[in-house]
């Protein structure tokens, strides 16, 4: 049987151990917490990362099709204007056309005009 001093002599060595398990336990605890720290700054970082480089990717994707808009829309400024020039010389070719009727037409009014003078003259 256990006496009394060898009873308080294992109550201090449990108090002891007790004490040395709740400073081991305290001292995981806080590694515990500087770890999840430390991965929560590591995944923000990563995430600020991922982030900037999604960033860049979507600015040049947008940088490639705005230069693929202005290129069509050169094309098609360009290819208005080729349809201006040919419509402006088709233009150009029905009014000397046109003139050059209006001259026959002339040029044979006259004639008849000149007959008709130049009968009514031998009449």
Same mark, same amino acid.
């Given at each position: 049987?256990?006496?009394?001093?060898?009873?308080?002599?294992?109550?201090?060595?449990?108090? +002891? =151990?007790?004490?040395?398990?709740?400073?081991?336990?305290?001292?995981?605890?806080?590694?515990? !917490?500087?770890?999840? +720290?430390?991965?929560?700054?590591?995944?923000?970082?990563?995430?600020?990362?991922?982030?900037?480089? !999604?960033?860049?990717?979507?600015?040049r994707k947008q940088d490639v099709?705005?230069?693929?808009?202005?290129? =069509?829309?050169?094309?098609?400024?360009?290819?208005? =204007?080729?349809r201006d020039k040919k419509q402006?010389?088709?233009?150009?070719?029905?009014?000397?056309?046109?003139?050059?009727?209006?001259?026959?037409?002339?040029?044979?009014?006259?004639?008849?005009?000149?007959?008709?003078?130049?009968? =009514?003259?031998?009449?």
């Open positions: 049987m256990k006496s009394y001093g060898t009873f308080s002599e294992d109550l201090e060595q449990r108090k +002891v =151990a007790l004490a040395q398990r709740r400073q081991q336990q305290m001292e995981r605890i806080k590694q515990q !917490n500087a770890q999840t +720290v430390s991965d929560a700054g590591e995944r923000l970082s990563a995430a600020k990362a991922k982030g900037a480089e !999604n960033d860049a990717e979507m600015k099709e705005k230069e693929k808009r202005a290129a =069509a829309q050169a094309a098609r400024d360009e290819a208005e =204007a080729e402006a010389m088709k233009d150009e070719i029905r009014q000397d056309l046109a003139k050059e009727r209006e001259d026959r037409r002339k040029a044979i009014e006259t004639k008849r005009m000149e007959k008709e003078r130049a009968q =009514a003259e031998k009449d």
